[in-house]
């Protein structure tokens, strides 16, 4: 999973810009390339699927078709993603405070950053549209990432290795999810550059 690849293509602008959004360590995210194509160049086309193949497409608000994408998403599927991190966020502050009620300690609660929200563009050009939602997309994927490190740091006792330990049975996987279940359930990947779809995958 290469991260996210968030695409502009007005209807009235002259070409297609195109920033992608990786992870580049455990729990860092980072804008890690751009490009602007041209809506004249013969190669437009090949060259926006060589670029998005195996990542997760997001189109800007008023891009439309033609668009050579076999899965894409709009900018609310984050809306889905920020719920689900701020549900992981007190379900683990309650397994800190149970935990500091039945073993009468103060723990201290793990704070967390504000919930992302998007902003405008620079500039009405399509690399400034694409880097403003690549932008948002960064900072909710890291929020969902770092919520996750606050839990596994939880999950096994430093001085004694005993597991599970702050966090409860269910909340006590030792790996840190790049997405949620549901959301990693509804985002889906193109397909690798140069794949023809077979009859019926379509």
């Keep these: 999973m290469l991260g996210f690849a968030i695409v502009d293509k007005q209807p009235t602008a002259d070409a297609t810009a195109v920033w992608l959004t990786s992870r580049i ?18 190669d437009h086309d090949r060259k926006i699927r060589s670029l998005t193949a195996e990542h997760f497409v997001v189109l800007t608000d008023g891009t439309g078709p033609p668009l050579p994408f076999t899965h894409a998403n709009r900018i609310g599927v984050f809306v889905d993603l920020i719920e689900q991190t701020t549900a992981q966020q007190e379900r683990i502050c309650r397994a800190v405070d149970d935990y500091s009620q039945r073993n009468k300690t103060n723990l201290v609660v793990p704070g967390f950053p504000p919930i992302p929200t998007p902003t405008e563009p620079k500039r009405d050009a399509p690399q400034f549209r694409a880097l403003a939602v690549a932008d ?34 269910e909340l006590n996987s030792p790996a840190i999810a790049v997405f949620p279940t549901v959301f990693a359930d509804r985002v889906k990947p193109e397909p690798p550059f140069g794949y023809t779809p077979a009859d019926g995958d379509m």
Excluded: C, F
Aim: no cysteine.
């Design 136 to 169: 948002y997309v960064g900072e909710v994927w890291s929020a969902w990432l770092y919520t996750e490190e606050q839990r596994v740091r939880r999950t096994v006792a430093p001085k004694s290795g005993k597991t599970p330990w702050i966090m409860p049975e």
């Design 25 to 42: 360590d455990t729990t860092i995210v980072r804008n890690t390339n751009a490009a602007v194509i041209r809506h004249d160049d013969p």
